[in-house]
């Protein structure tokens, strides 16, 4: 492939996740933050009780959690990888709210778009502190598993955080995060 068409491509493709990101971000634009954070909190309660319903043993695990964070995630793939989201970290001990966004980019060869969910469990004070005071970037993959393959593949925290990812396949076995960054929310205003 030539350089020129190379450019044009990465072009399109960025032109694409521009387009579609915000138009999914847009759709709180328009609403009150008040109504922004019911929606969040709302696709939170959805997504838990889903992640329960197809992995049982994640509640074990959330259960002995001391703080948890949903998210719901576009991710779209043309040449480029881009993708955003908004969700909640919780305390489950005082049940303090901390409303988030999450943004990811990479390279791919693939083509095409994804909505999914991520759940993320906190096994003590100081990672849940972490994650949610200085946000979180990854620049690797996690392999936080949930599920059946494995000897403890969704009953184990890994690094003191055990991840899920939820998608219209169901949960996912492997999530890979890298390029993605976690920050505070304006709904925290």
């Known amino acids: ?47 838990l009780n889903r992640l329960w319903s197809e992995s ?35 305390e489950k001990s005082t049940a303090k709210r901390t409303y988030m966004r999450m943004g990811t980019g990479g390279l791919n060869f693939g083509a095409g778009g994804q909505i999914y969910q991520l759940v993320f469990l906190f096994e003590g004070q100081s990672t849940f502190k972490n994650f949610v005071n200085n946000g979180w970037e990854a620049g690797a993959s996690a392999n936080a598993v949930a599920g059946t393959a494995g000897a403890n593949a969704g009953t184990t925290f890994i690094n003191g955080v055990a991840v899920y990812q939820l998608t219209e396949a169901g949960l996912m076995l492997q999530l890979d995060i890298s390029g993605t960054k976690y920050w505070q929310s304006k709904l925290n205003e």
Request: charged letters at 20%.
């Open 1 to 47: 492939m030539r350089k020129r068409d190379l450019l044009n491509v990465v072009g399109i493709a960025a032109l694409a996740i521009s387009l579609a990101i915000p138009a999914t971000a847009s759709a709180g634009l328009f609403k009150s933050r008040d109504k922004q954070r019911a929606q969040v909190d709302t696709d939170e309660v959805a997504t």
């Open 56 to 90: 049982p043993e994640a509640k074990d695990l959330y259960d002995s959690a001391y703080g948890y964070a949903t998210f719901n995630i576009l991710k779209v793939s043309l040449g480029v990888t881009g993708g955003g989201g908004q969700g909640v970290a919780v």
